[in-house]
T-cell receptor
Framework: DTGVSQDPRHKITKRGQNVTFRCDPISEHNRLYWYRQTLGQGPEFLTYFQNEAQLEKSRLLSDRFSAERPKGSFSTLEIQRTEQGDSAMYLC??????????FGSGTRLTVV | AQKVTQAQTEISVVEKEDVTLDCVYETRDTTYYLFWYKQPPSGELVFLIRRNSFDEQNEISGRYSWNFQKSTSSFNFTITASQVVDSAVYFCALSVTSGTYKYIFGTGTRLKVLA
């Protein structure tokens, strides 16, 4: 493994459409995180998985957002009925020892 | 609640100048980690340093140094003899050592190093 991989790197979608992002963590990492970063801000925590269990969700994660990590490997983040306010960089990170993460390069979402 | 404040929104310096980026944090936990990350224009977050709350030793790594002071809840970052390649947004972050270990990031400081 060379790091955390995120796909796609960029996504442009029309308002109201659904989008799904994928994150492939470093293979031995059991912890996986999703963050959202809007322009001019620091990343904000969205959700956390330990293996396949989703253990925490931020209040930022509205009902239109859902995340999964089947079999404790890759993870997907889906946004339904996208809104312009969803435009942001979505960052995935993974860790093994809970002390420091490896971040992916992010998926930049633009809702038009 | 935890909070990280980076009061400097943007700093411009001329190449070879020294520059210090400020970070002030708030937490009631006694055990926590502090981090600095660099975000170049390409967007990825590059890890620079992690500091445990029990270790107040300052650290130097090449042109980078960090000053951790629990008395003032600060974790400042100094770049000596800045270079154009140092131009980026720098984030300070806090993580408590329990539960999810999620990070609380500051709003970042954009550093512009002019040739």
């Amino acid at each position: 493994d060379t790091g955390v991989s995120q796909d796609p790197r960029h996504k442009i979608t029309k308002r109201g459409q659904n989008v799904t992002f994928r994150c492939d963590p470093i293979s031995e990492h059991n912890r996986l995180y999703w963050y959202r970063q809007t322009l001019g801000q620091g990343p904000e925590f969205l959700t956390y998985f330990q293996n396949e269990a989703q253990l925490e969700k931020s209040r930022l994660l509205s009902d239109r957002f859902s995340a999964e990590r089947p079999k404790g490997s890759f993870s997907t983040l889906e946004i339904q009925r996208t809104e312009q306010g969803d435009s942001a960089m979505y960052l995935c990170a993974s860790s093994l020892d809970a002390e420091s993460y490896t971040f992916g390069s992010g998926t930049r979402l633009t809702v038009v | 609640a935890q909070k990280v404040t980076q009061a400097q929104t943007e700093i411009s310096v001329v190449e070879k100048e020294d520059v210090t980026l400020d970070c002030v944090y708030e937490t009631r936990d006694t055990t926590y980690y502090l981090f600095w990350y660099k975000q170049p224009p390409s967007g990825e977050l590059v890890f620079l340093i992690r500091r445990n709350s029990f270790d107040e030793q300052n650290e130097i790594s090449g042109r980078y140094s960090w000053n951790f002071q629990k008395s003032t809840s600060s974790f400042n970052f100094t770049i000596t003899a800045s270079q154009v390649v140092d131009s980026a947004v720098y984030f300070c972050a806090l993580s408590v050592t329990s539960g999810t270990y999620k990070y609380i990031f500051g709003t970042g400081t954009r550093l512009k190093v002019l040739a």
